[in-house]
């Protein structure tokens, strides 16, 4: 009996269709010859886990997510439905959790066995948990590097806004004159030195001689006092008024009045003076040298006759 051509044709179809669906779930990972239990895995994000990511247990792949959707009650939450090996046994309390399988971030679910003696069944909905990753720890510190690098380019703005051809130039001179006073603070330094040392020696000195100085000051104090206390204005006043008495006099002895005038200006009054003065003198000598020629006197009261 000869098969007809259009079985043959049918029979290479179901062949080829099946190795098609073979070797697309074997490039998923998954082996459809070998039997699984599957299990519920509810998460409230998934972070970017993808169908057919892997199930691994210490490092070892022992299943695959199975397929994922949206929770019935329109919470948001997401189940995930994964197939494992059915030789794995699961224990009770154990956790299903994503994690990054690699440095690129590819997702994948490991199961966290607990140390518990009873194990899960099928369709059981296990513990789950969201390993952080790198970038999500990282996410704050990039958070961080945005707004340090917002206000550095309003820095840089704000510098470049400042930084016009009119404030270099000023800054310029600035800096030209910072130069020349430090080349003449340079050139001055031993006159600087000197000065300093002769600070050094007169505050030294000053220190040495401080109870001096404090006496110095409470006399000047005491003065000051004694001044305050004083009528000042009505000796000022009173020497004034003697100044100009003094200079009135002067005025009429320049002018010939009165007696002191007359001698400064009549020449012959001050020789006569001089004369009188002089012809005084030789009597009182005479007088002196001769009482007897000026005095008569009798013991016993009468006056002798010269």
């Given at each position: 009996m000869k098969i007809k051509r259009e079985v043959k044709i049918g029979a290479l179809v179901l062949i080829v269709l099946a190795l098609a669906i073979w070797g697309i779930n074997y490039l998923k990972g998954i082996n459809v010859f070998s039997r699984t239990n599957y299990y519920f895995l509810e998460f409230d994000n998934i972070g970017g886990l993808t169908p057919s990511a892997g199930v691994y247990v210490s490092g070892y792949k022992v299943g695959n997510v199975h397929k994922m959707y949206f929770k019935e009650d329109h919470s948001g939450k997401i189940i995930i439905e994964i197939s494992v090996n059915r030789t794995i046994r699961i224990p009770k309390n154990s956790i299903a959790q994503i994690y990054n399988n690699d440095i690129m971030g590819t997702k994948a679910i490991r199961l966290i066995f607990s140390t518990d003696s009873l194990f899960q069944h099928e369709h059981d909905t296990l513990i789950t948990d969201v390993e952080i990753g790198l970038m999500d720890q990282l996410m704050p510190l990039k958070n961080k590097a945005e707004r340090v690098m917002i206000s550095i380019d309003s820095l840089v703005r704000s510098a470049?806004?400042?930084?016009?051809?009119?404030?270099?130039?000023?800054?310029?001179?600035?800096?030209?004159?910072?130069?020349?006073?430090?080349?003449?603070?340079?050139?001055?330094?031993?006159?600087?030195?000197?000065?300093?040392?002769?600070?050094?020696?007169?505050?030294?000195?000053?220190?040495?001689?401080?109870?001096?100085?404090?006496?110095?000051?409470?006399?000047?104090?005491?003065?000051?006092?004694?001044?305050?206390?004083?009528?000042?204005?009505?000796?000022?006043?009173?020497?004034?008024?003697?100044?100009?008495?003094?200079?009135?006099?002067?005025?009429?002895?320049?002018?010939?009045?009165?007696?002191?005038?007359?001698?400064?200006?009549?020449?012959?009054?001050?020789?006569?003076?001089?004369?009188?003065?002089?012809?005084?003198?030789?009597?009182?000598?005479?007088?002196?040298?001769?009482?007897?020629?000026?005095?008569?006197?009798s013991v016993f009261g009468g006056n002798r006759q010269k």
């Open positions: 470049s806004m400042a930084l016009n051809p009119q404030t270099i130039q000023n800054f310029r001179a600035t800096m030209s004159n910072v130069k020349n006073i430090s080349e003449n603070l340079s050139d001055q330094n031993e006159r600087l030195n000197r000065m300093f040392q002769n600070f050094e020696a007169i505050s030294a000195n000053l220190k040495a001689n401080n109870p001096k100085i404090t006496h110095i000051i409470s006399n000047l104090s005491d003065i000051s006092d004694s001044l305050a206390k004083a009528n000042v204005q009505n000796t000022v006043m009173q020497t004034q008024q003697a100044v100009a008495q003094l200079n009135e006099v002067l005025d009429q002895i320049n002018q010939g009045k009165g007696t002191l005038g007359m001698l400064a200006s009549n020449d012959s009054l001050y020789r006569n003076l001089e004369s009188a003065s002089r012809n005084l003198d030789l009597l009182l000598r005479d007088l002196k040298e001769n009482p007897k020629r000026y005095v008569h006197f």
